[in-house]
């Protein structure tokens, strides 16, 4: 954790236009895509071998595998505050689980976002997809940096206006879901919207994965002459699946295989059309997830591979999910193993792009752009901390060694339920945290206890708070440095 610079963004977006168009046409453009809960093992490079996604795997061959790469959250609105941010997201107050339709916070506009700082660098930014940080018209995407927002404000398992009504759960209940396609309209009433307004009720998940590749296409094809940051956050493959009629295997035991499969379809027509444009070469894409698979779910969730665990747990397989870089100067078919996550996305875009973050507001993130274009594989970032689904600090990684500390259901207080579970792996060695070693090193287990509740002191200390929808007459409260 470190100290960033803030300057007025009156000031950043002087210094852009004074660079004027030559300076602007020399800046990297950036797509990330921001699958929903996709597994460790959901890719062909990651090693599945049920799943074909050769359009994901050309970014492997032709950038870089990141293979020890964090989310911050296991679930989804912690994980993409985090992303946004460059921070631990109870540091901007985003960390007790995830927003509903009833929620009345979101992450705070005077936050500074990746979107922030690269509209202020004279980029074109649009967010095309699931946000999940705030459905109030304060707190969605054009609030917080982004010029254009088309997508789900929330999970597409929850209906608007108030959740209720929700189709049966389960893998038994998705079953009955993909054998009756119209059930997107018929069992859902998930929004679709544009920049502030909803455009569809329900909306047909049926193409949605289709319509927001597409208004991607359509965006960069628009500003193909300018810089550009697209956000794409897939709803997919979080449950309930939908795949276009023309593609749709009527299995339910296909369903997570063939939405992934569809997934990957449409990173080809994205890369495709990069190609075609020109614009392969001069373009930063990222590929990655929120947050590990959802188990529970069955042949409708994924598989974390050879990690433990899932969506919702400090175990690696909720945490670490796969990562693909590809752009300027990052070196084809490299895999690299270098401890780094989403926190860390803020500042190294900044790098990379030569536009310092301002200061002044404090992050977690580090500049990884050293790692990323393979002049090192030694990160800056040399530890990790783990929190629950519900914000709690559970545990932390240095190096090998990673710590948890799982209190019993209830015990979240300082009022335990009983005493905590310990468990010390080395992911070296033991990589699906199999061995509990909190007996054979317990001075490992003290540092790492103390060090984890002094990181977590800290952050709570200096956290700053979520937008809260005001009452009448109240107005918003500002974050402070």
Known sequence: MHRLSWRSLCVLGLVALAGGLDAAAELPNVIIIFTDDQGYGDLGCFGSETIETPNIDRLAREGRKLTSFMVAAPVCSPSRAALLTGCYPKRVGMHQHVLFPTSTKGLHPAEYTIADHLRAAGY??????????GHQPEVLPRAQGFEHYFGIPYSNDMNHPDNKGRAKGGPDGM?????????TLTKWRTPLVENEEIVELPVDQRTVTRRYTQRAIDFIAEHRDQPFFVYLPHSMPHIPLYVPDDVRDPD????YVNTIEHIDAEVGRLLDSLDELGLADTTYVIYTTDNGPWLPFKHHGGSAGPLRDGKGTTFEGGQRVPCLIRGPGIPADTVCNALMGTIDVLPTLAALIGKPLPEERQIDGFDVSGVWRGATDQSPRDEFLYYSSHGEIEGIRQG?????????RGGNTQKTAGEPQVLLFNL????GEQENQSANHPEVVARLQKRMTDCDAEITDNARPPWVQPKSGQAAEEPSS
Do not use: F, Q
């Open 400 to 408: 090998d060694w990673k710590l948890l500390v799982k209190r019993p």
């Open 252 to 255: 339910p035991h296909h369903a």
């Open 175 to 183: 079953d009955v879901l993909w054998a009756d396609p119209e059930s």
């Open 428 to 431: 070296s060695t033991d990589l």
């Open 124 to 133: 074109a930014t649009a967010c095309i997809g699931k946000w999940h940080l």
